[in-house]
């Protein structure tokens, strides 16, 4: 016989009390990471458009230019953006370079290291996240652990980065002034 096992997990209930990244912060990692693969991509795009006006001669015609765009009704857009963001959360435990930048952190509730199926989960939920006018995002606000669709699709909360102290930093107690 099958009984009910309780969702939440001895992962989730050691998180208690972490803080949570904020909405300006995720909404700039999330720009920034976006600003990184158009910064890939728009080699790619450049070089695809110029051999294929190239390969059709139409190089030499004086009314056509070379614009270099992303354009996200192109299906390889959208999944150059997922394969970015699913690789660096799984190879880097949780970091994208814009949540680096912003000391934010994506974190599982379920492991300890973020797993690549929940990485790509989180991926493809952002598509999720856009429906209904970005909807999905916005539930931020609403969510009392600050999660997104795309961060309950994958089972992930996004918290704060601590600060690292470098090691051999001394600090002095409250009230002493560091003198001898």
Request: hydrophobic share 45%; charged share 20%; with cysteine.
């Amino acid at each position: 016989m099958r009984l009910f096992n309780s969702h939440e997990t001895a992962r989730a209930q050691s998180l208690e009390g972490t803080p949570l990244a904020g909405f300006g912060q995720r909404a700039m990692a999330f720009g920034i990471d976006f600003l990184v693969v158009l910064m890939f991509f728009a080699p790619i795009d450049f070089a695809r458009q110029y051999l294929w006006m190239k390969f059709h001669h139409e190089l030499d015609k004086p009314q056509v230019s070379i614009r270099v765009e992303f354009d996200p009704r192109h299906l390889e857009d959208l999944v150059f953006l997922i394969v970015y963001a699913a690789l660096c959360l799984w190879l880097t435990n949780g970091q994208t370079l814009g949540k680096r930048l912003l000391r934010i952190r994506v974190v599982s509730l379920t492991r300890p290291k973020i797993t690549l199926w929940q990485a790509v989960e989180r991926g493809l939920g952002y598509g999720a996240s856009l429906l209904e006018g970005g909807f999905g995002f916005i539930q931020y606000f609403i969510h009392h652990n600050r999660q997104c669709v795309h961060d309950r699709i994958a089972e992930t909360i996004v918290v704060k980065e601590p600060r690292r102290v470098p090691a051999g930093t001394v600090f002095a107690r409250a009230g002493e002034d560091g003198a001898d």
